[in-house]
């Protein structure tokens, strides 16, 4: 093998383990993988599947417990700072300097990694006109988009181009056409300057770009090979169901606990089906006794192997279990309008983040506020909560008008922040009595619903975890118990699954539906179009203003064409933001 054709990245028998708290959690166990050049490499799997511990392995930031590791040909344990040397090492929460600008941040990253003064223009040149950030190189970083703050960070990353690029989750919390443009920058690089790239990624439409795919599961390789490889042995198992009778939510609740059924998820108006066999399920099995089915085969996807994967392996993964306190009575959308936006505003100086806009959202609704990052939808949020007056315009929650009696609709009101707003050193079972607590709950029903929630958010076994040390998945989970608590009857989610692995978002979309069902109203924000599709409405905000007011499947249709019959909700988004973009 020709040193170009070497593997960028090899290892055999690795093995990690931590103590966090008072258990002790064995991140991984006996890994055996290779990572070739010039490739884009995915890493996939479950929260706590050890992804990011091997990514802090390659970087030479931690030391196995066992096992070797080579990253382009060096001895990690023997040249940890050679290796750190030698590769750029991208982390979920990158470290940018908020009081430094953009060229700030970029002068200080050139330092730390050493470019000569005489290579700086030119790749500064480069980088900014790669990320779009060359007219904001004088703005504080902290005052960057969520979106601009990523393309930031690579750009930080790659001031010295490395050989091999180490990238943990680079597209959390950014919207879509922010991921396009960090997707076409690393493919760049790869093209034109033969990087290698390992990238850890929770969305398995994005892993489906790679040119290699590396599935983890409890800190063990479940798999390796292309998305194509790995999706193929799932032809003939996936279909998706509709009916004219019933809604999706009520389908897919029936469908999930039907015999020979490995997975369902919500997309569009029908319910994808993934079988154990391949040959089409008849409505009788799925449904005795129920309304028409419509069954249609559809091609498998990435996520479909993962999840069918994932199940076989793992019977029953806890994160996949019904919650046991779902409603099993259908619910439907009433007219009453629960939430009311009229011409509402908001300004902070000169600067009108929501310049006059306007909804309703009935009771049961599932709405989704999407937008790209800096379109207004959080500072819409926020005055929605009662966390922020507007400046002008009506808004009212539960019939109450937010400038005179905010107090009495934020009771009526559980939110759950983008941050997940847990007290980190205190224990689940301590968050729990906090937030009951602080909802004004007492003796038995205070009780009563941290049982509830322990039992039905499957966090028994965390009780006496602290949040600190919870996988992501489980601080979710943790998130949003502490959100319901109460019992609310309007529900905020601020982007409830940023980062979570599929498992993890099917089981909270689950309970989400079910509170739908139950008449609870849902106002959602999210990057992640797939979850678009769980939403009954969605408005889709640029620059502080309505883009679009729709259904998912009205919005989708309004860009299908003879090149695109089948767009997603993605497409449309994109769609809007960029023919928005032309008209400014």
Sequence with gaps: MSHADAPVLRCQG?????????????????????????????????????????????????????????????????????????????????????????QENLDLYADLQGVPGSERAPRYEELLHMTGLGPFTARLAGRLSGGMKQKLGLACTLVHPPRLLLLDEPTVGVDPVSRRELWEIVY?????????????????????????????????????????????????????????????????????????????????????????????????????????????????????????????????????????????SPGTVSDEAVITVHDAKRRFGDFYAVKGISFVVRRGEIFGLLGANGAGKSTTFRMLCGLLPASAGELKVAGHDLRHAAAKARARIGYMAQRFSLYVNLTVAENLQFFSAAYGLVWARRRAR?????????????????????????????????????????????????????????AFWTRINALAEAGVTVLVTTHFMDEANYCDRVVIMADGEILAADTPEDLKARFRSTQNPSPTMEDAFIALIEGHQQAA
């Design 14 to 102: 690795l093995s990690k383990r931590f103590v966090v708290g008072k258990r002790l959690v064995q991140a991984l166990t006996g890994v055996a993988l290779e990572v070739r050049p010039g490739r884009v490499t995915g890493l996939i799997g479950p929260d706590g599947a050890g992804k990011t511990t091997l990514m802090r392995l390659a970087a030479g930031l931690l030391v196995p417990d066992a096992g070797t590791l080579e990253v382009l040909g060096l001895n990690v344990i023997r040249e940890p700072v050679t290796v750190q040397e030698s590769v750029g090492y991208m982390p979920q929460h990158f470290g940018l300097y908020e009081d430094l600008s953009v």
């Design 188 to 328: 760049r690089e790869v093209e034109q300057e033969g990087m290698s790239v390992l990238l850890s990624t929770a969305y398995l439409d994005e892993a489906e770009r790679c040119h290699e795919v590396i599935l983890m599961h409890d800190g063990r390789v479940l798999g390796t090979g292309s998305p194509k490889a790995l999706t193929a042995p799932m032809q003939g198992r996936s279909f998706l169901v509709a009916s004219p009778e019933v809604g999706k939510r009520r389908i897919q609740t029936r469908l999930a606990s039907a015999s020979g059924v490995v997975d369902t998820a919500i997309q569009g108006d029908a319910v994808r089906l993934v079988t154990e066999r391949a040959e089409t399920p008849r409505p009788d099995t799925l449904w005795s006794g129920g309304p028409q089915l419509d069954i249609t085969p559809v091609q498998p996807r990435l996520e479909d192997a993962f999840v069918a994967r994932i199940k076989a392996t793992f019977k029953d993964p806890p994160a996949t279990r019904p919650d046991p306190a779902a409603p099993t």
């Design 450 to 506: 941290i049982d509830w929630a322990l039992e039905s958010l499957e966090l028994t076994p965390m009780a006496d975890t602290p949040a600190s040390d919870l996988p992501l998945g489980y601080q979710q989970r943790l998130a949003l118990a502490a959100a319901l608590m109460h019992e609310p009857d309007i529900l905020f989610l601020d982007e409830p699954t940023s980062g979570v692995d599929p498992l993890a978002r099917r």
